[in-house]
């Protein structure tokens, strides 16, 4: 199936079946789909724990599950499939200086990513690097110098005493990627980007089209964070509007977080629906009404206190009694509730994020480049693991007739 062909049947099966996956239950306690769909409301609201866990770190598993209920959804399945670039069994792990100042699981990150990028023959531009492991690693691999742009000056200073530790050419350049000038250090060159944000990600691509740059490689993450409200497909056959909220979907997907971070972010969402439903009693401030978020280290502030500060952030006055325990008892209750009825909404996430990473791989390919989606790694190792890679089909056939991607 080709690129398009894919999107479109992702679009339409979550264009007819947005009830499923739009509204977030941690909003609406009861969304519309429960009174159509009462026995999957039913057993998801019964699943144990364990079941919740499972199913959320399994995403075919999910899809098995919902095509329980809608046996059309089973055709997700087939549409998030795509080809594993496995690290060879015998690549060597990086040691040394080359691996000095990269934390454990980011090293095997930028050298799966770095496997993963077939070949090299032009410089290198490392977008959105912080300290630029991954262009530490190309720049030994590919032996291009390697040109690494970040807008923190302290991640481009140590980043530049690793690559003079570790004798590559690589330098660093501070400059802010959403300036349409910074495009320019694409020009012709080949870009890699591992994990750059919503619109971090599409000035790389609009500045890389822009300016012809050889080729990409791009693991996108973090859709939701741009300065827009709504985001609007890059292709017109796109008709998927999403809002930020539905846009965090594809990455709440958290198979990498441990056992405390779990508890942690359960206890978070628990504390957060108690103060939903103070906040709607003492100062009618419907459900829906979104907060700014709350910084994590408040949660050892214990129920009570975390509450008041959160009240006093938000002007909500709290009387001086207040049945603490009741409320706090709520929220665990609502808590476990959403993270129950989330599970149907979960279904979608990899389905919506694998449509947004085929939004990017057909506006490359309208642009003159031959493209290639597949995942880097396996999602243990990091969930944001889609890999889109580009060659810039050239006028002479060079990159045509050198292409590891033709048929
Ligand atoms: C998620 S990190 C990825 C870093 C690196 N690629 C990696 O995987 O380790 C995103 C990086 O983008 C940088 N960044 C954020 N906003 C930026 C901007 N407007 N221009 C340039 N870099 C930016 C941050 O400083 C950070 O180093």
Redesign the pocket.
Known sequence: MDHLARYLALQDILNRHEALWRPAPFHISRPAWCARYPEWAGQALQLSDAEVERLNADNPGLIEWAGEFVPELRALQALIELPRLERSADADSVNGRLAWGMPGR?QA??EAFAEAVDEIDSPIT?????????GRLLAVRSQQPVLS????AT?CREGELLAERAHVDQHFVR?????PH?ARHLAGRHAV?????G??HLALLRGAVAQHAAALDLSP??YYRSLDAVYRPLNPEGVLQLTRDELHLPVTDTATAGARDRRLRDRAMAWKLAFVKLREELAGVPSARTFKPVPSSWLSLGFEAWCRRLAEREGVEVPAQYDWPALEAFGGQRQREVMRLSLVRHVFRRPLEVWLALDRVLYLERAGYRVRLAEFCGRGLTPRNLFISARRLSRCGHNIANSPFMD
């Open positions: 980011k990150q930028a490392e977008w959105c690097a912080g300290k630029g492991h991954l742009l970040d807008f923190d991640l400059a802010d990627a959403l300036e910074s980007a591992l994990h750059a944000c619109d971090l993450c973090c």
